[in-house]
């Protein structure tokens, strides 16, 4: 998978040495309030890791690692993902509670929609929040998205109504902040995006 540089962040591979700081993070409830409804066990943020890195095989494209270019540290999860039975993508971020409203979420979310768009060649972008999630949506108004629907939704990590917001490839406007992608060794091993895609557009009209 590629690694993304922007001007405070390292968008990385996960790897099974992150589950110990990652177990930490999600054990916090205001940081999975919204993401999951609940605090993470360790073993449940084991299954989260098994996710994010089983991802990028199976798609092509998938979760980031958020990590502080200046120390390493790790702060959070950010990425690209299919919305549930559906070929339509999504871009999602979650970041520790000390790294919040300091423009960190925007930044990550910024660098997966420019991927998608650029690497990926997607003709629009999703993301979905809870209605109660004020925060979430001004990530996404800054982002140029725009509101879309509310609705119903469930899969293995929430169920409730979420909102949609949603921006196009035609809308999209890149800015002008660092953003620097370079590939890492073993990228030729992951599935092709397109391939996934395919397949997801089949199995989506199945499922409709």
């Not at 997607?122 to 949506?137: V, Y």
């Not at 660092?178 to 996934?196: I, K, L, N, T």
Request: charge should be negative; charged fraction near 25%; proline fraction near 2%.
């Amino acid at each position: 998978m590629p690694q993304i540089e922007t001007a405070r962040l390292l968008l990385r591979m996960f790897s099974r040495a992150d589950l110990d700081e990652l177990s930490r993070i999600y054990a916090d409830p205001d940081v999975m309030q919204y993401v999951s409804g609940h605090p993470l066990t360790r073993e449940e943020a084991a299954d989260w890791l098994n996710y994010f890195l089983a991802g990028w095989d199976q798609y092509g494209f998938g979760w980031w690692a958020v990590s502080l270019k200046d120390s390493g540290a790790l702060i959070g999860h950010c990425g690209l993902q299919f919305i549930t039975v559906t070929a339509e993508v999504e871009v999602s971020y979650g970041l520790a509670k000390a790294y919040w409203r300091k423009g960190l979420a925007s930044e990550a979310a910024q660098a997966c929609l420019r991927f998608g768009f650029e690497q990926l060649k997607l003709d629009r972008i999703f993301a979905l929040a809870d209605p109660a999630n004020t925060g979430s949506h001004r990530v996404m108004q800054r982002l140029g998205m725009r509101y879309d629907k509310t609705e119903y939704f469930k899969d293995d990590r929430y169920e409730g109504d979420v909102v949609y917001y949603v921006v196009s490839r035609e809308e999209y406007q890149r800015d002008d902040s660092p953003y620097r992608m370079r590939a890492v060794a073993g990228d030729e091993a992951h599935r092709s995006f397109s391939q996934a895609f395919e397949q997801r557009r089949q199995e989506s009209e199945i499922n409709h």
